[in-house]
């Protein structure tokens, strides 16, 4: 079996990370003990993914959490999981200077990484709201190893830090470096347009999912609308590349692709005709826990410019009057790193116009462009 070890980083992703982990173990019915509550053999299918055995039918998370101060550790450690993670496996600093005290605790997180990677049979790969220091180090020290991250980019309504276009823009540079092996090869077409928008499908609270009855053609309709997507941007503005989707629950998978057939007929438009078959479906049939049927979208649209635009917008109008650069240069940063950072950004967006823009009687064009260097 294949394990992932999880890796949160930071306030948010560790506030994100505690929620995730509440869901994984409640579906695999793990108490706040650590222990085993189910009556269904099947909650134990595949639990060694994210949960370690230790003996005595105790499970713990493969995780690692990191934090540049001790605040969000204590929330984690006081929250209803607080026991079930690993206390050596908290990794935390004092005071949050990133690129200074961020650079000596990666050692201690490299450790506790190390650690985790030794105690799986075949390591698939990290997740989950990784810094980008350390996607840069894991990288290093685990080259063949599949890595993903579930990155958070500041949101266009609610700002809670002046300098989150900064941040946001000089992670992206890094974040171009991670891949998932598995995923990559049915949905990333180019290697540097791996950016997905993910999304979900029914949102709805628990409680209120038994009144109202969900079926197939429903839930293939939520999962493409932009209010079930995770990310601040409108598909229909873009094309997609490539798309995912894996639905849970007891689904006739015959009835799921007519369906997604169906949406492709009628939208030809917001896929890219150069790239066929790229709708790949998937099913579990264990629903989520409190719903009948679910399903997880992933796609790969060029819609999520749109998002880097606005990044990339906020970053220019504070770098050009070189607002709140001194932070950053003080700790040791050169402006050259915060112009390339902005180039790269606006390199990422053209490219995705490029390809949204391609057509298939482009294709011969770019075959031909590629020749002359074939023969040499």
């Given amino acids: 079996m294949r394990e992932i070890v999880h890796l949160q980083t930071g306030q948010c992703g560790n506030q994100i990370g505690a929620k995730f982990w509440e869901v994984l173990s409640d579906e695999h019915s793990i108490g706040g003990d650590g222990v085993y509550h189910g009556d269904n053999d099947l909650q134990l299918e595949r639990i ?7 003996g005595g039918g105790k499970y713990v998370p493969r995780a690692v959490l990191i934090d540049l101060e001790p605040g969000t550790m204590d929330s984690v450690r006081a929250g209803p999981l607080g026991n079930l993670f690993r206390p050596d496996n908290f990794v935390f600093g004092q005071n949050g200077a990133d690129y200074t005290e961020g650079a000596e605790l990666v050692d201690s997180v490299l450790d506790v990484v190390r650690k985790e990677a030794e105690g799986t049979d075949s390591l698939q790969g990290t997740g989950s709201g990784m810094g980008t220091l350390l996607i840069s180090k894991v990288r290093e020290e685990y080259p063949d190893r599949m890595m993903c991250t579930y990155s958070v980019v500041p949101s266009p309504k609610v700002s809670d830090t002046v300098v989150e276009p900064y941040n946001a823009t000089l992670s992206v540079h890094q974040l171009l470096n991670s891949d998932l092996r598995k995923l990559a090869v049915n949905m990333v077409p180019f290697p540097r347009l791996h950016f997905f928008m993910t999304g979900y499908a029914p949102l709805t609270a628990r409680g209120s999912a038994s009144f109202r009855a969900v079926s197939i053609p429903e839930l293939t ?5 932009a209010k079930n997507m995770m990310a601040a941007c409108d598909p229909r503005h873009g094309r997609y590349l490539t798309v995912a989707a894996v639905f849970r629950g007891k689904v006739a998978m015959k009835e ?14 917001y896929f890219v005709e150069w790239i066929p078959n790229n709708v790949l ?9 409190g719903f009948k049927m679910a399903v997880t979208f992933i796609g790969n649209s060029t819609a999520i410019q749109e998002l880097f635009k606005r990044v990339n917008d906020q970053f220019s109008a504070m770098f ?8 950053y240069t003080q700790e040791g940063m050169d402006e050259m790193e915060f112009t390339e950072a902005e180039s790269n950004m606006q390199d ?12 298939i009687e482009d294709e011969g064009e770019y075959e031909e462009e590629a020749l002359p260097e074939e023969e040499e």
């Fill in 281 to 289: 479906t998937a099913h579990c049939d264990i629903a989520p826990r």
């Fill in 320 to 327: 050009k009057r070189k607002a709140f650069l001194h932070w």
């Fill in 256 to 269: 799921v692709e007519e369906q997604m057939q169906n949406v492709q007929n009628k939208n030809a438009s």
């Fill in 348 to 359: 990422l967006v053209a490219e995705y116009q490029q390809y949204q823009d391609a057509t």
């Fill in 221 to 225: 309709q939520q999962m493409f609308d």
């Fill in 48 to 54: 060694s993914v994210y949960y370690n055995e230790v």
